[in-house]
């Protein structure tokens, strides 16, 4: 049940005069998520196919989790770092049990671009060196540094000038990179499929080539990982390429909605990591981390890495299958894809939604779809059937 009580013109009302213009509103308010579905103030079911961009992994209200929050709000919600706390051991443990095998030291913040910021600083630290090379349709986030790795200018003009010094080039292309990793390169920063920017995977070879150029040339390679995570068959995108990087950072789907964010990196990187030299307080606090334990027990003992390829592959079978002159292509692995139309997307979004499915935009002519990884055969029925009426 929702908490308030407050009709659509008011929610509407209250959020348009006390937040900043920063969002394109979608005008409807959800109030209650079930599974596979959210819920809008007029009782209006939708399927959800976005998990509010990537986050809700094991859809919503799922009682194992919401029993363990429950239960670690009446015992620990907060712990400063300075103080040894058992839940984030555990999760220490967790991670390190699905971590690539040179990962071995964790830091844990509260959103993506924090866990960005921490991998650019502890980057420059561990190479003292201080520029970055990032890739053009590459998004990393919006605080000072995360947004200066991010490439769009949309996201990055009106606060120019930002810190590190980046230099973005043509994402897949080898030579590019090869072109510009130097001296002065701390690291090179990829998502190992770029979401915000399009859904564009990277080539497994172009990873492995990012590896080698970083290695021969004494920077480090930071995976981005913070849309990719758990939602390809495997924890990390990445590892399909067999390429491990210095750095790994995830974020959104980690905890299942709370609040978190995670960069992982190697012994040799944090070891350069002057005592007192980063920290956070909210960040790995007992209630995050036991969202966290929790959402990858599920991910591991539910079968849902493998359930994200089935379905995944169900549903771009059933994309590609639909004969529509407005597709242009459907691209993805797992449940990360994106659909490039032949026009720009507003008016899809909003006939899914009028169809009753929710997605994403991802640049102004591709559909994301970032579904929660627990979608049976049933939401892909539902949502080939939306499909088929918005793009036929
Ligand atoms: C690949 C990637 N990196 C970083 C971020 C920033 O994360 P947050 O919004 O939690 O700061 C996002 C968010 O969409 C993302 O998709």
Same mark, same amino acid.
């Given at each position: 049940?929702?908490?308030?009580?407050?009709?659509?013109?008011?929610?509407?009302?209250?959020?348009?005069?006390?937040?900043?213009?920063?969002?394109?509103?979608?005008?409807i308010?959800?109030v209650?998520?079930?599974?596979c579905?959210?819920?809008?103030?007029?009782?209006?079911?939708?399927? &959800?196919?976005?998990?509010?961009?990537?986050?809700?992994i094991?859809?919503?209200? !799922?009682?194992?989790?919401?029993?363990?929050?429950?239960?670690?709000?009446r @015992?620990?919600?907060?712990?400063?770092?300075?103080?040894?706390s058992d839940?984030?051991?555990? /999760?220490?443990?967790?991670?390190a049990?699905i971590?690539?095998?040179?990962?071995?030291?964790?830091?844990?913040s509260?959103?993506?671009?924090?866990?960005?910021?921490?991998?650019?600083k502890?980057?420059?630290?561990?190479?003292?060196?201080?520029s970055l090379?990032?890739?053009k349709?590459g998004?990393?986030?919006? #605080?000072?540094g995360?947004?200066?790795?991010?490439a769009?200018?949309k996201?990055?003009?009106?606060f120019?000038?930002?810190?590190?010094? @980046?230099?973005?080039?043509?994402f897949?292309?080898?030579d590019?990179? !090869?072109?510009?990793?130097?001296?002065? #390169?701390?690291?090179?920063?990829?998502?190992p499929?770029?979401g915000?920017?399009?859904?564009?995977?990277? #080539?497994?070879?172009?990873?492995?080539? =990012?590896r080698?150029?970083?290695?021969?040339?004494?920077?480090?390679?930071?995976?981005?990982?913070?849309?990719t995570?758990?939602?390809?068959?495997?924890?990390w995108?990445?590892?399909?390429?067999?390429?491990?990087?210095?750095?790994?950072?995830?974020?959104?789907?980690?905890?299942?909605?709370?609040?978190?964010?995670? #960069?992982?990196?190697?012994?040799?990187v944090?070891?350069?990591?002057?005592?007192?030299?980063h920290?956070t307080?909210?960040? =790995?606090n007992?209630?995050?981390?036991? =969202? =966290?334990?929790?959402? /990858?027990?599920?991910?591991? !003992?539910r !079968?849902?890495?493998?359930?994200?390829?089935t379905i995944?592959?169900?549903?771009?079978?059933?994309?590609n299958?639909?004969a529509?002159?407005?597709?242009?292509? *459907?691209?993805?692995?797992?449940?990360?894809?994106?659909?490039?139309?032949?026009?720009?997307?507003?008016?899809?979004?909003r006939?899914?939604?009028?169809?009753? *499915?929710?997605? /994403?935009?991802?640049?102004?002519t591709?559909?994301?779809?970032?579904?929660? *990884?627990?979608?049976q055969?049933?939401q892909? &029925?539902?949502?080939?059937?939306?499909?088929?009426?918005?793009?036929?």
């Amino acid at each position: 049940m929702s908490a308030t009580a407050l009709d659509l013109l008011s929610v509407q009302d209250l959020e348009n005069n006390h937040q900043p213009p920063l969002y394109a509103k979608r005008e409807i308010a959800l109030v209650r998520g079930e599974g596979c579905y959210l819920f809008d103030s007029d009782g209006r079911r939708y399927l &959800d196919a976005m998990s509010n961009y990537g986050v809700a992994i094991l859809g919503h209200a !799922d009682e194992e989790y919401a029993a363990a929050l429950a239960d670690q709000l009446r @015992t620990l919600a907060t712990g400063h770092q300075s103080f040894y706390s058992d839940v984030r051991a555990e /999760l220490l443990a967790a991670i390190a049990a699905i971590a690539p095998a040179s990962l071995t030291r964790y830091f844990l913040s509260n959103s993506g671009a924090e866990a960005i910021e921490a991998a650019i600083k502890f980057s420059r630290v561990a190479t003292g060196r201080s520029s970055l090379v990032a890739a053009k349709r590459g998004y990393h986030g919006r #605080t000072l540094g995360a947004l200066a790795v991010t490439a769009d200018q949309k996201y990055r003009a009106p606060f120019e000038p930002l810190t590190p010094k @980046t230099t973005h080039v043509a994402f897949n292309d080898i030579d590019a990179l !090869d072109a510009v990793v130097g001296e002065d #390169t701390a690291a090179i920063l990829l998502e190992p499929i770029q979401g915000e920017g399009g859904i564009w995977p990277a #080539t497994a070879e172009y990873l492995q080539a =990012a590896r080698e150029i970083a290695s021969s040339r004494g920077a480090l390679l930071i995976a981005d990982e913070i849309q990719t995570g758990f939602r390809t068959g495997a924890p990390w995108a990445i590892s399909a390429s067999e390429v491990t990087p210095d750095i790994l950072v995830t974020a959104k789907a980690l905890a299942n909605g709370f609040p978190i964010g995670l #960069t992982m990196m190697t012994e040799a990187v944090s070891a350069a990591i002057p005592a007192g030299g980063h920290g956070t307080t909210f960040g =790995a606090n007992p209630l995050a981390a036991r =969202a =966290a334990i929790v959402t /990858l027990r599920a991910l591991r !003992d539910r !079968d849902l890495y493998a359930n994200s390829m089935t379905i995944g592959d169900a549903i771009m079978d059933g994309l590609n299958a639909i004969a529509s002159p407005k597709i242009r292509q *459907v691209r993805g692995r797992g449940l990360m894809i994106g659909v490039e139309l032949k026009e720009r997307v507003t008016a899809t979004l909003r006939s899914f939604q009028n169809e009753g *499915v929710l997605i /994403l935009p991802a640049g102004p002519t591709t559909f994301r779809l970032l579904p929660p *990884v627990i979608w049976q055969q049933q939401q892909v &029925d539902e949502l080939l059937h939306a499909a088929s009426v918005v793009l036929s």
